[in-house]
């Protein structure tokens, strides 16, 4: 039961052009959004989150952006940075922030 | 300030057995929550526990449970082994206060069921 969909597994970009990752939910009772990234040997860590009442937010280089009646959010990083490649997770949660869905994550290759 | 540490770093069991990971929270955070990520998967959430009890659960088995110790460090443990259960295990940690606080992932143990 895949409540959260990242349906492209990698992405590679050219350096300073801008990265569009891509995520789908299914569950409307999610209320929270977020974005994670991934080095290999770590465990992941928090990049940028949205709530349900906003459409947009932005935070330097990212930008989350939620379309909530496509049940669609995405992530786009400008200018993409070498520094940028990594495993991104999106994930949802209720506002009970008792469980958190991931999605099964794109990797992405910022080329120099 | 550590962050959230985890232990061991590579486990390997063969079916039937059990095995008990550990994780130490960040300091001052009084929620853990723990996943499971299979290869090419994302992270699955396994349960959370708050103040020392059971918060929320995700779709595991009941062989799968949990302890949150009074310093909010805890464990998983996972009984009866299976092959499908190697996968790496994270936890998190965070402070609930009703609205949502960033968990912190620490960088897993890698468990292998043979």
């Known amino acids: 039961d895949q409540q959260v969909k990242q349906n492209s597994p990698s992405l590679s970009v050219q350096e300073g052009r801008i990265s569009i990752l891509n995520c789908d939910y299914t569950?409307?009772?999610?209320?929270?959004f977020l974005w994670y990234k991934k080095y290999p040997a770590e465990g992941p860590t928090f990049l940028i989150s949205i709530s349900s009442i906003k459409d947009k937010n932005e935070d330097g280089r990212f930008t989350v952006f939620l379309n909530k009646s496509a049940k669609h959010l995405s992530l786009h990083i400008v200018p993409s940075q070498p520094g940028d490649s990594a495993v991104y997770f999106c994930?949802?949660?209720?506002?009970?922030?008792?469980?958190?869905?991931f999605g099964s994550g794109t990797k992405l290759n910022v080329k120099p | 300030e550590t962050g959230v540490t985890q232990s061991p770093t590579h486990l390997i069991k063969t079916r039937g057995q059990q095995v008990t990971l550990r994780c130490s929270s960040q300091?001052?955070?009084?929620?853990v929550s723990w996943y499971q990520q299979a290869l090419g998967q994302g992270p699955q959430f396994i349960f959370q526990y708050y103040r020392e009890e059971e918060n929320g659960r995700g779709n595991f088995p009941p062989r799968f449970s949990g302890l949150q110790f009074p310093n909010y460090s805890s464990e998983l443990n996972v009984n009866a082994l299976e092959l499908d259960d190697s996968a790496l295990y994270l936890c998190?940690?965070?402070?609930?206060?009703?609205?949502?606080?960033?968990?912190?992932f620490g960088p897993g143990t890698r468990l292998t069921v043979l």
């Open positions: 994930a949802a949660s209720d506002r009970n922030f008792n469980k958190f869905y």
């Open positions: 998190a940690s965070s402070f609930t206060s009703g609205a949502y606080n960033e968990q912190f």
């Open positions: 300091s001052g955070h009084n929620t």
């Open positions: 569950n409307s009772m999610f209320d929270y």
